[in-house]
Structure formats: C-alpha cells, structure tokens
C-alpha cells in the first residue's frame, strides 16, 4: 500500500504555500498601501493618546480635589480632637470651665 498524507497535513501545507505565495506577490502592494496604514495608524495613536491625556488631566483634577477636602476633614478632626483631649484633661484636673 502506498504510504499516504493525512488530509489534515496536506491541508496545512496547501495553506502554507498559499500563504507564501501572497506574501511574495501581495509585497508590491503592501508597500503601496503602507504609507495609509501608517497614517491610519498615527491618526489612531494620536486619538488615543489625546483621550488619556484627556482622563489623566481629569483624574489630576479629582485626586487634588479628594485631597483638598480630605485636609479640611483631617484639620477639622485635629481640632476636635485637641478640643476633646483639652476637655478631658480639665474634667480630670477638676477644673470648672
């Protein structure tokens, strides 16, 4: 019996040769649409990169925000804090205020 391919095997060789062939003769062509897709490209690129320039400029906007206001929250409870450990230390002491 003659020693035969898998169907399989012969596919995948087809296709690999099919491959090859286009990339020779689809290289002329690539080259001519090379400069579009290059542009597309950038265009792309620079879309992107404006729109995470866009959220890191709001992000900074929001992290100072948080920021600020967590100062206020933190100054206001300092202050409370002094207020109760003064209270504390005058009830201690027995003073009347």
């Known amino acids: 019996m003659p020693k035969s391919t898998p169907c399989y095997a012969r596919t995948a060789k087809q296709a690999c ?15 001519a ?3 579009k897709l290059t542009q597309t490209a950038q265009k792309a690129g620079s879309t992107v990169g404006s729109a995470a320039r866009t959220v890191g400029h709001e992000g900074k906007k929001i992290g100072l925000a948080v920021g600020h206001e967590g100062k206020k929250v933190g100054l206001a409870i300092g202050h409370a804090a002094k207020a109760g450990g003064l209270a504390f230390w005058h009830a201690v002491k027995g003073d009347n205020r």
């Open 17 to 31: 040769a099919l491959v090859m062939v286009s990339i020779v003769l689809g290289a002329p062509c690539a080259q």
């Open 33 to 35: 649409t090379d400069s």
